[in-house]
């Protein structure tokens, strides 16, 4: 008897599994739906059981009021809008459109960085900066699909400056600090090439601070010194002639 009834729980269970195996994953955490997501869109070519995840975790961020989740959703909804494998399903797309109805497949880069932007903003509220450098990134990589080149330049030099801001704040060791942030504005560099970004002129030379006042009662006051002024030219004494005396 025993037996049997231990037989029929591992029916039970092995049934479940087989419905969960059938309906895909199931999870109630958001960030997990993000990064299923993810895999879903960069790797394995099926977007719309992405994009589903994507929305299911935005809402759940919302009903928290949790904003640094919403940050994370906000640039996975980018990425996911200017991934290749959204391009692949086009005609899937201009049949059925996206989830976010608004969104029309030739705007999908337009609407990637609208979602880039929202989470920027979020990002930058928390002073995430090694966040905030690849989201500049990515913001860089959109606006050249779009034609917009001075944005593109833009947003790849704050990249930098995110970037080196975040190694400041968060880096003891001096010289690994400094490589990193060298490596960096390298990389950053060649893609600014790539995007036709012009060379930017180099800083100008610092100017010398200006002493600061005196702030003691003892301290000599600083009168405005007056340049000296030449002296008077003078006439060079006449050498009387005096008559020879006679013997």
């Not at 949790?66 to 086009?90: C, P, T």
């Not at 450098?133 to 990589?141: D, E, G, H, R, T």
């Not at 330049?153 to 880096?171: I, P, Y």
């Not at 030379?205 to 003078?234: D, F, G, L, N, V």
């Amino acid at each position: 008897m025993k037996g049997m009834k231990f037989a029929l729980v591992l029916c039970c269970i092995a049934a479940l599994t087989g419905c969960a195996a059938m309906f895909g994953r199931s999870t109630s955490d958001p960030a997990v739906k993000l990064q299923w997501a993810s895999e879903l869109f960069s790797s394995k070519d099926e977007p719309v059981e992405a994009e589903k995840l994507i929305r299911d975790a935005i809402d759940m961020y919302e009903l928290k009021r949790d904003h640094l989740g919403l940050a994370e959703a906000y640039r996975q909804y980018g990425l996911f809008f200017r991934s290749n494998a959204v391009s692949k399903f086009e005609d899937y797309y201009n049949t059925n459109g996206f989830l976010d109805e608004k969104v029309k497949f030739k705007d999908r880069y337009v609407k990637a960085i609208e979602y880039f932007n929202k989470s920027k903003e979020l990002y930058a509220d928390f002073g995430h900066y090694d966040v905030l450098s690849n989201l500049y990134i990515s913001l860089a990589k959109t606006y050249v699909l779009t034609n917009r080149q001075d944005e593109a330049c833009s947003a790849f030099t704050k990249s930098v400056e995110s970037f080196t801001r975040f190694k400041k704040e968060n880096q003891d060791v001096q010289e690994q600090r400094s490589l990193e942030i060298t490596n960096y504005m390298e990389y950053v560099d060649l893609m600014k090439k790539q995007a036709g970004c012009p060379e930017e002129p180099p800083p100008p030379p610092a100017k010398p601070a200006p002493r600061p006042a005196p702030t003691s009662p003892y301290a000599p006051s600083e009168q405005p010194t007056r340049p000296e002024q030449p002296a008077p030219m003078t006439q060079p004494a006449q050498q009387q002639q005096t008559a020879p005396q006679s013997p």
